[in-house]
Every structure is written in C-alpha cells, then in structure tokens.
C-alpha cells in the first residue's frame, strides 16, 4: 500500500511546511486513482492520540465520509460534476477544491445527519471564485470586504443552480442548494427556514479556513490582511463550535491572533 511516514515533532515544529504536507498527500491519494493508502505517525506514544486527532483533520478531505443523504447516485454525479470544474494544475484552484472537499466533511463531523442540500452547498460554496479568483486572488482589494462577500455568494448561487442543473439535479434541491450559497457569507436570520443548514454551512466554512487554508492565506496576504480574516472568520462561528478551534493544528501566527481576539 502506497504510504507516507509523518514524525509527530516535524508535525509539531513551528517551522513545519503545511504545503508540501499537503502536496505529498495530494500526490498519495491521486497515484492510488481511489486506492486506499496509509499516513504512519511515529513519535511520542503521549503525544500520538491528539497528534493523530489534528493530522486526521487536516487531512479529512481524503476520507470521502458520506451519510444516507449523500450515499445514492445523485451525489455521485454532483461529486464528479464539481471535480470536472477544477484544473488543479492551478494553485488557487487546488486550494480552492480541497477547501470544498474539507468544508462537506466539517458539515458531516458537525452534523453526521446534515441533509443533501448543505452537503452539495458545502461543495459549490466558493465556485464563484473559479471565475474571479483562479489565478491571482483580489477579495483584499475590496473597498467593502462585506460587500465583496455578499456578491461573491450571490454570483456563486446563480453559477450553483446552473451546474446542477447540468448534473440532472431536481429544480426544488437547486433552489435549496442556490439559498444556502447565497447567505453563507452573512448569519443567517432567526425566522429563515433554512437557518440551521445556513449556520452550519458557516460554520464548517470557518472550521475550515482555520484548519486547512490559513497557512497559505497568511502566506499570500500577509499579517494584517490574516489578522482581518481570522476576525472576521471567527465572528462567523456559533460559540459552542468555537471549542473545535482547541483541537486544529493552527501556525503559530494564526494561534497569535486568535489569543488576541480572545483577550
């Protein structure tokens, strides 16, 4: 079986490189075409419980977790509909897809009973950007970073109802899935209908900025615009998610600002 062997103190090393991490477990579960293949960690037996516990989250885009929502055919051509989007020779583009992968698996560790409709939302929630952002990012030159938002949501709805209708979706799960695409960018109100779904979308979106995209973000952007994200990301989590966050293996400038949030 292909594998790779991680050290429990390269993972914990200040200095450890989330991205070649990332592009060498890219690069062991596409050789494999599907075929099953194995991390081993070793290092300290104290240490390993939670180490296993943050690798395993970073690395759950992997897993394919699904439940009897998403467990039929139709899934199956929503899932190979939304691969066929991404050219992921393009960076951007990889990290957007394996953002979407890891926010439908934080939809399913937060709710093991989330319906089909905020599973398929998880997956086409940013699929606006592959049009606005696959080669060089500008949501940081937004006069109105709400604003930018809000239009990024509605834009990616429109995008969503139109590609599942390609996928042979049903028109009520499109409607469904375009609200939840819409309003992920803002808390949902408390008489919306679809408030649960919206919050937990949210929040599963947050998850994983924190848990799989702020390295590169930080790297990208730069302190400041990270420091902003990470404000603006944690407001978008419900307190009692807010506990996931001690349990994710944060750089330690992303930990920094978080502590300064909270003080």
């Excluded at 970073?58 to 691969?83: I, K």
């Excluded at 408390?190 to 973000?217: E, I, T, V």
């Amino acid at each position: 079986m292909p594998s790779l062997l991680l050290r429990i103190a390269d993972w914990d090393s200040p200095g450890f490189h989330f991205y070649n991490f990332d592009a060498q477990m890219n690069a062991l579960a596409e050789r494999g075409a599907g075929k099953p293949f194995a991390l081993t960690l070793q290092g300290d037996d104290r240490r390993l419980p939670a180490a296993a516990h943050e690798v395993l989250t970073r690395c759950q885009r992997f897993l394919g977790r699904r439940n009897q929502a998403s467990g039929h055919p139709t899934f199956d051509r929503v899932l190979e509909r939304h691969r066929a989007l991404h050219d992921l020779s393009k960076p951007l583009v990889r990290a957007d897809f394996d953002h979407a992968l890891d926010t439908w698996q934080w939809v399913l560790r937060l709710a093991p009973g989330a319906g089909l409709a905020v599973q398929i939302a998880a997956l086409f929630h940013d699929v606006e950007r592959l049009v606005t952002e696959a080669d060089v990012r500008v949501e940081h030159r937004a006069a109105d970073y709400q604003t930018f938002k809000d239009g990024h949501a509605r834009r990616g709805a429109e995008m969503t109802e139109d590609l599942l209708a390609a996928a042979g979706v049903g028109a009520e799960m499109r409607w469904r899935v375009g609200r939840l695409v819409a309003g992920h960018e803002q808390p949902p109100a408390p008489d919306d209908p679809d408030a649960p779904d919206l919050a937990l979308l949210n929040d599963a979106d947050a998850l994983s900025f924190f848990s799989l995209n702020s390295p590169g973000y930080l790297d990208y952007y730069g302190p400041e615009p990270a420091r902003r994200k990470v404000a603006y990301t944690l407001a978008r989590l419900r307190p009692e998610t807010r506990k996931r966050l001690r349990r994710i293996r944060l750089r330690s400038e992303i930990a920094a600002c978080l502590e300064g949030l909270a003080a």
